[in-house]
């Protein structure tokens, strides 16, 4: 079976770091993907790991561990803008397969 | 512009009224795929399709079929809606290789 873990919610204080985590147990494995998604709007692609480590992106950054079977998502310089939900995605046998997303609120 | 696009973006219908969701994208991807998003349950994946005339379930396939007679088309078809299929649809593309997908912009779905 696939099965995608990530926290629910989280809230964190603008120009904080935050830690966003997710597990997963999938047939087969292409790559994971971290999206955003704010209210009412379609998932932004934000990464992809495919090989274990760390990818920095701007003040996102995103880390696999394979043989773990999980990853993170790291905002730095949290801003208010970045509020929305962070969706884990991984590519196994079929075409992704997402988590339900963790709703970050940002406040001040 | 690379894009994923979908008609309408919002319909409010009657159980039973067969409808269509169209989705077309302009950049020459295999694979396609709809999904579902309600509160609580996250995206869940319709059908996908990985080319031409090439269809097959994802985990929540009931009371939908699709079709993929050309490579940037991919409707979504509800042959007799019920209110449990209100919900925010997306339609997204990607191409050979794992990378990015991209999604449409959504369509909010309600059925009285």
């Known amino acids: 079976g696939q099965n995608i873990d990530q926290p629910t919610e989280m809230t964190a204080t603008e120009g904080a770091i935050v830690q966003i985590n997710c597990t997963y147990q999938?047939?087969?494995?292409?790559?994971l993907f971290w999206y955003q998604q704010h209210a009412g709007e379609a998932p932004t692609f934000l990464s992809y790991n495919v090989l274990d480590g760390l990818e920095e992106k701007g003040r996102f950054s995103s880390f696999l561990s394979r043989s773990k079977g999980y990853s993170y998502l790291l905002l730095k310089e949290l801003q208010m803008k970045d509020s929305a939900s962070y969706l884990c995605a991984v590519a196994g046998n079929t075409p992704l397969v997402f988590g339900k997303g963790t709703r970050l609120s940002v406040i001040a | 512009e690379a894009q994923v696009t979908q008609n309408p973006r919002y319909l409010i219908t009657v159980t039973g009224k067969k409808l269509t969701v169209t989705c077309s994208q302009n950049m020459n991807h295999e694979y396609m795929s709809w999904y579902r998003q309600d509160p609580g349950l996250g995206l869940r994946q319709i059908y996908y399709s990985m080319n031409v005339e090439v269809t097959d379930k994802g985990d929540v396939p009931e009371g939908y079929k699709v079709s993929r007679k050309e490579k940037r088309n991919f409707p979504l078809i509800l042959e007799s809606p019920s209110p449990n299929q209100t919900s925010l649809y997306f339609c997204?593309?990607?191409?050979?290789?794992?990378?990015?997908?991209?999604f449409g912009p959504g369509t909010r779905l309600t059925v009285l």
């Open positions: 999938t047939s087969g494995f292409n790559g």
């Open positions: 997204a593309s990607h191409g050979t290789g794992w990378n990015e997908q991209f």
